[in-house]
């Protein structure tokens, strides 16, 4: 797997990487906060491949090897007062960054999955672009409302700290923080956090873009209006060990949808623990096998 560079037009180049046959139902995979496409495991996503998928991961802007922006991100205060540079994009720009890349591949509808952030672009994509989406799964994400969804205190502290300014830093800081936010029903793997923080480090040591996506997800405010105008069948996962996105945000999110189904996974938290792996998979590949309408 070798990642390439889309053009998704407005000035945005997006890397990704296509995994599985080419002309197999395509599924594309948005990753979280901060978070590159190798953030979906490889072998997760070759499970998905082998139920007869092509899964397509990427990095959103801001991260890895997509376009970085050059404007310096906001402070946390400001974005809690609501003030942000003039140049400060939101979730609707990072959802028209995914149609740019679906219109690059030749994708013209898609199952789309996306988690944390992810899973917020995911359903702003669904919203925006109803006939682009065959199916939506969010997981472990939330509506973008203050009241629900909100991490843990405990959470909030640890992203505080100033980012890391080596490689060796911030394998330690992933370390700490996926131990704290991770899936503490499931054994902690801590081997596969080193490695993901180190080829995340050589792929992108920059720290601007963490603030630039968290500004474009506080700018977005709370997106309940938009998520019922969803007509995509939509599965909702999320764990019930999550510090990072209350699941109450799981259960806003299914409530604000229309028909939307919401599938809890005991011991989950804020990642993907492979011992998890059987679970979301047989969820993700389910609901997107009860679309009856062939993709392109």
């Known amino acids: 797997m070798t990642d390439q560079i889309a053009d998704a037009g407005r000035g945005i180049s997006l890397a990704y990487e296509r995994i599985g046959d080419d002309g197999a139902e395509p599924l594309v995979l948005v990753a979280g906060l901060g ?3 190798h953030s979906w495991p490889d072998a997760f996503c ?11 991961r990427f990095d959103n802007r801001d991260a890895g090897r997509s376009t970085h ?4 991100p906001p402070s946390l205060a400001g974005m809690l007062a609501g003030r942000f540079p003039a140049q400060q994009y939101d979730l609707t720009d990072m959802a028209a960054d995914t149609i740019g890349l679906f219109d690059a591949l030749d994708l013209e509808t898609a199952h789309i999955a996306g988690v944390s952030m992810g899973g917020m672009i ?3 994509v669904a919203a925006r672009y109803p006939e682009r989406i065959r199916t939506l799964t969010s997981i472990m994400s939330t509506t973008g409302s203050r009241v629900f969804g909100r991490p843990a205190l405990s959470t909030l502290r640890m992203m505080g700290a100033k980012p890391p300014k080596s490689r060796e830093e911030a394998i330690e800081s ?6 704290h936010i991770g899936s503490h029903g499931f054994p902690f793997d801590e081997a596969r956090v080193r490695e993901r923080a180190g080829t995340s480090w050589d792929r992108d040591p920059t720290a601007g873009g963490v603030g630039r996506q968290l500004a474009a997800i506080m700018k977005s405010g709370n997106r309940t209006p938009l998520l019922r105008k969803i007509t995509a069948p939509t599965l909702v996962i999320h764990g019930d060990r999550d510090r990072m996105v209350h699941p109450t945000g ?22 993907l623990p492979e011992g998890a792996w059987p679970t979301v998979l047989d969820l993700i590949d389910q609901h997107a096998r ?7």
């Open 46 to 56: 070759a499970k998905l491949a082998e139920r007869g998928y092509e899964v397509i």
């Open 122 to 124: 995911s359903q702003t």
């Open 69 to 72: 922006p050059r404007f310096r």
């Open 35 to 37: 978070q590159q496409l």
């Open 174 to 179: 992933a370390v700490r923080m996926f131990r």
């Open 250 to 271: 799981g259960a806003a999110t299914a409530r604000a949808i229309p028909g939307a189904r919401l599938e809890t996974v005991r011991g989950m938290g804020h990642d």
């Open 290 to 296: 009860s679309s009856d309408v062939p993709a392109s």
